[in-house]
C-alpha cells in the first residue's frame, strides 16, 4: 500500500513510500482510509521536537516510520475482541500510519462516522473535536451564560471549540488575525478580537475558561482575565523549543497555579467511543460543523505538514487519501 514514512527525524525527510498492509491485534481495527488531516502533533513526530519527546519516540530515529492519526473510513477487518464495529462500517477517529491506503486503530479510537459529512469532513473532527469538547466539559466544566475567551480561534482547534463553547451555551469571544475573523463571526463567536488591532490582556472582561491555542502571551497577563474560579487551559504552543517545548511553560503554569485566584493547567485529549459519539450528535444536529480549509493529495502530505509547521492555516488541512 501507499504510505507517508519518515524513516529519520526531519520535515525533508517525509516520502511516500510503498508498506505492507499492518496486521491488527485482537482489539484493533484495520481500516480503509479514504480521508485524513493534519494536525501540529503530525510536525512533532515527523520532526522529533520538543526532543523530550524521543524518550518515547527514539532518540535517534523514529520507532514508528508510519505518519498520520485522524482518519475517516470503512472498517476492512476486526480483531477476534472487537463488539462494537464490523467489517463496511463508515468510522472516524484516531490511528496509527493514517497518512496511507490501511490503517490500524484501537477499537475504543474510532467509532460510525457522522452520516452528514463527507470522509473528508469527519476526518477533520477527531483531534480538534476531542480537545475541545474535553476542555470545555470536563476540564472547565462549562455552563450557560459563562464568558469563554479562545485565542487562535481561527485554527483548527480554535475554530471547533468556538462552536462547542456555544453549544453548552457560553458566551464566546475569539482571539485570532484580521484574516480569520469573518470565519469566526461565522462559527458563532459572540466576539472576535483582532489581535494585530486589540491586546486582549489590556481588556477589563473577565473569563471562566482561557484555552490558549498560541502561546505567546505572558501567564500573568492571561491570569489576570480570569474569574475568581476560572480556568486558564495551556494548549500547546512553544514547540519552537527545540528540547522542552512547552513543557517549560507548562510547569510555570502549574506553580503559579499554586497561588491566588484563578487555575492554570495543560491536558492531553484521549480518544474514546463516547466522546466521538458526542461529537457525532453534535455534527449531525448541526450545532457544529467542520472547518476545513483545503484539501490534498496523499502525494502532498509532506508539503501539507510543513504549511503547518509554519503556523497560522486556516481550519484544517484535510487529506484525500481514496475516491
Not at 485554527?155 to 475569539?174: D, K, L, Y
Request: hydrophobic share 45%.
Amino acid at each position: 500500500m501507499k504510505a507517508i514514512v519518515n524513516d529519520r527525524y526531519g520535515l525533508d525527510a517525509l516520502r511516500m513510500a510503498d508498506v505492507p498492509v499492518p496486521a491488527i491485534e485482537d482489539d484493533e481495527v484495520l481500516v480503509r482510509v479514504r480521508a485524513a488531516s493534519v494536525n501540529p502533533a503530525d510536525v512533532a513526530m515527523a520532526t522529533g521536537n520538543p526532543r523530550i519527546m524521543r524518550l518515547a519516540t527514539g532518540l535517534r530515529r523514529p520507532k514508528g516510520r508510519l505518519r498520520g492519526i485522524d482518519l475517516a473510513g470503512i472498517v476492512e477487518a476486526v480483531g477476534s475482541g472487537v463488539t462494537t464495529l464490523e467489517p463496511g462500517d463508515e468510522v472516524y477517529g484516531q490511528g496509527t500510519g493514517t497518512f496511507a491506503e490501511f490503517a490500524v486503530a484501537p477499537e475504543k479510537s474510532v467509532w460510525t462516522k457522522p452520516s452528514n459529512l463527507t470522509f473528508e469532513e469527519a476526518a477533520s473532527v477527531p483531534m480538534v473535536g476531542l480537545v475541545a469538547i474535553q476542555a470545555v466539559r470536563d476540564k472547565a466544566a462549562v455552563r450557560p451564560g459563562q464568558k469563554v475567551l479562545i485565542i487562535g480561534a481561527g485554527g483548527g482547534i480554535g475554530s471547533f471549540t468556538v462552536q462547542v463553547a456555544r453549544s453548552f451555551g457560553a458566551e464566546v469571544t475569539g482571539v485570532c488575525s484580521a484574516a480569520k475573523v469573518e470565519l469566526v463571526r461565522s462559527l458563532g463567536a459572540d466576539h472576535v478580537i483582532d489581535y494585530t488591532r486589540e491586546d486582549v490582556t489590556r481588556g477589563s472582561d473577565r473569563y471562566d475558561l482561557i484555552l490558549d491555542n498560541v502561546s505567546d502571551r505572558p501567564l500573568r497577563a492571561l491570569r489576570r482575565l480570569l474569574t475568581p474560579k476560572g480556568v486558564l487551559l495551556m494548549n500547546g504552543g512553544e514547540f519552537g523549543h527545540v528540547w522542552v517545548g512547552p513543557m517549560g511553560r507548562f510547569i510555570r503554569g502549574a506553580l503559579m497555579s499554586r497561588f491566588g485566584p484563578g487555575r492554570i493547567t495543560n491536558f492531553l485529549s484521549l480518544p474514546n467511543q463516547a466522546d466521538l459519539q458526542t461529537l457525532k450528535e453534535l455534527l449531525e444536529s448541526g450545532k457544529v460543523k467542520p472547518v476545513v480549509g483545503r484539501a490534498c493529495s496523499l502525494a502532498d502530505v509532506p508539503a501539507a505538514i510543513a504549511e503547518v509547521a509554519g503556523g497560522h492555516p486556516l481550519g484544517k488541512i484535510v487529506v484525500t487519501v481514496a475516491g
